[in-house]
């Protein structure tokens, strides 16, 4: 009996080596096209929202198209603004500055008379696109203000955020993990953990902001992949907002976007070899003394 078994262990090993070589590369190979699945599955979803986030900041956001003239007259500018407030839902105010910083027109009646060393205003000046930046208002959602250059005057238009908001809010519902939405600071816009953010300098995870930094340093505009997130292994999608310094990104939970169930089965076809490797040893080795003995 004890040869018996030394001579079933001696076949079970032979066999057991190689298997066990091929058992891991197939489990590997299952995990890698798992989790390339599951990445991929991000990156489309990511990368489809902000196509459609980039399409709504042109189609809603831009409010100046309309007005975007050389040589447009300044009573024609002040016409326009009323008509773009009073049609539009997400526009709060249009204001229209002289070069010189001082105030020529603006549908708010408590407008600044003069935004002489505005950051916003400067870079409008020196740039021949409209600039933006985001502001957050207390108990609303996060507001954004365009600057931009028309003939000699610069207009200042300050927009509601939160159709914006309310957009990725029923889009984040049919998503796994979390959906951020974060400006060229790497401010947080939007989070979908929340109905809108309350306050500025709120920042994404410091991991993030350097694959970010990244991103723009190798020129870019989408990235998919693992990364490490207050030490829990994390799956990342991000995309640029066309036209803009955004980035839309998407993390979750490894274990709750990655099937574990296939790599499960996986396992247990491994170890259900295993399993017939020692029955098949035992049964070669009562069969080599039947015949033998025959």
Not at 26 to 43: C, D, H, K, P, Y
Not at 94 to 104: K, T, Y
Not at 131 to 144: F, Q, T
Not at 155 to 162: E, K, N, P
Request: no cysteine.
């Amino acid at each position: 009996m004890k040869k018996r078994i030394f001579f079933s262990l001696i076949i079970f090993g032979m066999f057991l080596i190689p298997f066990l070589i091929l058992s891991n590369h197939f489990i590997n190979t299952v995990n890698e096209i798992n989790l390339n699945g599951a990445l991929s599955r991000m990156e489309f979803s990511i990368n489809s929202i902000s196509s459609k986030l980039a399409d709504t900041l042109i189609k809603e956001y831009d409010v100046l198209k309309n007005i975007r003239d050389s040589n447009i007259e300044d009573s024609v500018i002040r016409s326009k603004a009323r008509e773009i407030l009073n049609s539009s839902t997400i526009v709060k105010k249009i204001s229209v500055f002289s070069l010189n910083g001082s105030l020529i027109y603006s549908t708010d009646a408590k407008e600044k008379k003069s935004l002489k060393s505005d950051r916003l205003f400067e870079t409008a000046k020196d740039i021949k696109i409209p600039v933006g930046i985001v502001a957050y208002p207390d108990n609303s959602p996060p507001e954004l203000i365009m600057g931009e250059k028309i003939s000699d005057k610069i207009i200042i238009t300050v927009m509601d955020l939160g159709f914006l908001n309310e957009q990725l809010i029923k889009i984040s519902r049919k998503l796994y993990g979390s959906i951020y939405l974060v400006d060229g600071d790497n401010n947080i816009i939007f989070d979908s953990n929340y109905d809108y953010i309350f306050n500025s300098g709120t920042k994404i995870n410091e991991n993030i902001s350097t694959l970010i930094s990244s991103l723009i340093s190798r020129n870019l505009f989408s990235y998919k992949g693992i990364i490490s997130i207050n030490g829990e292994k994390t799956l990342i999608a991000i995309s640029n907002i066309e036209g803009t310094k955004w980035w839309l990104i998407n993390t979750t939970h490894y274990e709750k976007m990655v099937d574990m169930g296939l790599i499960s089965w996986a396992k247990r076809v491994v170890y259900l070899g295993i399993a017939l490797f020692i029955v098949f040893s035992y049964i070669s080795v009562l069969l080599m003394e039947r015949f033998y003995n025959a």
